[in-house]
């Protein structure tokens, strides 16, 4: 838990080793498990994730994606896979994309 909630960096990195380890060994997930790579820093890891073991969408996840938390993983070219398997760029041309997608 420290290593999620702050910690040292060598506490952080075990802390996403060990979530990085439990996705792996899965073949579906909860879609808290990206939100917690998200918030420790890793977006790309938690782009894959939602990507490739999230079974549905994940509301949580997509909050913290689109809020300053997730400025960097929007810059990532996993957030493109991840807006396209999704299928938001449909609902954007339609509705127009949230404040921080554009």
């Known amino acids: 838990a420290t290593g999620m909630y702050g910690g040292t ?3 952080r ?8 380890s ?8 909860s879609g808290l498990l990206p939100l ?15 990507r490739e073991k999230v079974p549905g969408d994940d509301s949580d996840l997509l ?3 689109f809020s300053p938390v ?3 993983a929007r810059t990532l070219p ?5 807006v396209k398997q999704r299928r938001l760029e449909e609902a954007w041309a339609k509705y127009g994309p949230p404040d921080l997608a554009k």
């Open 9 to 11: 960096p060598a506490e």
């Open 13 to 20: 990195a075990r802390a996403i080793a060990l979530l990085e």
């Open 22 to 29: 439990y996705a792996a060994d899965r073949k579906a997930v």
């Open 36 to 50: 917690m790579l998200l918030q420790m820093g890793d977006g790309a890891k938690a782009l894959e994730i939602a």
């Open 63 to 65: 909050v913290y994606l």
């Open 70 to 72: 997730g400025a960097k």
């Open 78 to 82: 996993e957030f493109q896979a991840f």
